[in-house]
């Protein structure tokens, strides 16, 4: 099945299961089934699926109940970022205010949870759906009180980036083991395999935002930057410089009016200590581990998809 078909079917999947009972949650189901996702999280439970054997339908209900929690813990994180624009579309607190926002997204997370209640292995299903939201919400908290401390410590950026992003893909992976019948052991290495993506996922998105291709990406660069978030360039730059530097690094991120004047120096630091690259390769050297686990199951049509899906995380090295 190619992208596009799969992703109708989890389309229609996300409009079974998620209910319009007030005519607000009938907007917020429009919002979520058209809202542009690229629905990577069920499509990589999809390929995980099918790779380890699964001959039930049931891939179906569990990618779309990964995509309701993301879709939900969006709506919840745009009311914290204050956000006005995803996918370049207004967003649910812009159009509908913080208050309904937060409750759609109760909403949306209480169909997920009833839906898959109904469904085989619901309850190790269950489990590793709900730690999803125990991280989600503990990661969020975590970056709230870091994001904009330059010195914060590479373990705390690894925790939040593992419970913001890596958590959510390891479940869609780990859950297509249980549905599967894969062992324990199999179901861990899945599930490590998903949070290695994870946080490949999340630095490739801190890589974009200073290096990246504005008109190939959509993205507007150094918005981090702009906003005084510490993501993973800048942490790998602070372990290149001297005490001096950091001691001026450390001033100027803390006054924002600085920060924006002493631009050319900071990027100046960037291209003395290859930075870039540093982090290209870093990245490559992620997803070739991916790559290497999907090496150990027998060729097929779905293995060659997934590989296909890693090549393209790749960023350019130059
Ligand atoms: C996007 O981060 C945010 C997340 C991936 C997770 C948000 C989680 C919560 C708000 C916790 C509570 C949620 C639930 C459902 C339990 P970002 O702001 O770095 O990225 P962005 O540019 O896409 O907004
Ligand atoms: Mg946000």
Sequence with gaps: MNRNSLSRQFNDKLDEIIGEDLPLLKKVKKFVVSSGGKRIRPITHYYFSMMLGYKGREWADVGAIGEIIHAASLLHDDVIDDAGIRRGKPTMNALFGNKSSILSGDFLLACGLEHLMKLPMSGPLLMIFTRVLRELSTGELLQMQWESDVKIPDPMYERIIHCKTGSLFGAMTESAAVLSGSGADEAARCRQFGEIMGRVFQIRDDFIDYFGDESANGKELFQDYRRGIVTRPVILLRKEISFREKKALEDMWNTPARRLS???????????????????????????????????YSKSQYTDDLMEALRALMVPVQ
């Design 262 to 296: 002493g631009q050319d120096m900071f990027f100046g630091l960037f291209e003395k200590k290859n930075i870039r690259k540093k982090l290209a390769v870093e990245l490559e050297t992620e997803i070739h581990k991916l790559m290497h686990f999907v090496r150990g």
